[in-house]
């Protein structure tokens, strides 16, 4: 589904692979557009959106494990965090966001 630009719903069990699920696609993806030059590192690429804080930062986290050998950079955005330390995150230029809505469009205002 990923592949041809369609959105996917899942559910299933804690621990079930959800998360792989759908960043497997994300960077076998992203790494296509890599070796095609139609993207660089560094260039914001791709935005999950979750409900949750902890959602979040354990969706970056296993992302991140995925991505290890990569030069693929990924940032959290969520609420209950510094701002200034998200805003030094994006400014690094990941390729990947995971964020809470909230959060990310209030950053959105700012940049504005």
Same mark, same amino acid.
């Given at each position: 589904? @990923?592949h %041809?630009?369609?959105d996917i719903?899942?559910?299933?069990e804690?621990?079930?692979?959800?998360?792989l699920?759908?960043? +497997?696609?994300?960077?076998?993806?992203? +790494?296509?557009?890599? *070796?095609?030059? *139609? +993207?660089?590192?560094?260039?914001?690429?791709?935005? +999950?959106?979750?409900?949750t804080?902890?959602?979040?930062?354990?969706?970056?986290?296993?992302?991140?494990i995925a991505?290890?050998?990569?030069?693929?950079k990924?940032?959290?955005v #969520?609420?209950g965090?510094?701002?200034?330390?998200?805003?030094?995150?994006?400014?690094?230029?990941? %390729? @990947? #966001? #995971?964020?809470?809505?909230?959060?990310?469009? *209030?950053?959105?205002? *700012? #940049?504005?």
């Amino acid at each position: 589904a @990923i592949h %041809d630009n369609l959105d996917i719903i899942g559910a299933a069990e804690t621990g079930s692979g959800k998360t792989l699920a759908f960043a +497997i696609p994300i960077l076998t993806h992203m +790494i296509t557009l890599l *070796e095609k030059n *139609e +993207i660089s590192y560094g260039q914001f690429t791709t935005l +999950i959106l979750t409900p949750t804080r902890e959602l979040a930062v354990q969706i970056k986290s296993h992302i991140q494990i995925a991505c290890r050998y990569t030069k693929f950079k990924t940032a959290v955005v #969520v609420g209950g965090m510094s701002t200034q330390k998200q805003e030094r995150q994006l400014s690094q230029k990941p %390729d @990947i #966001v #995971v964020a809470t809505p909230g959060r990310f469009f *209030e950053l959105l205002e *700012e #940049v504005k």
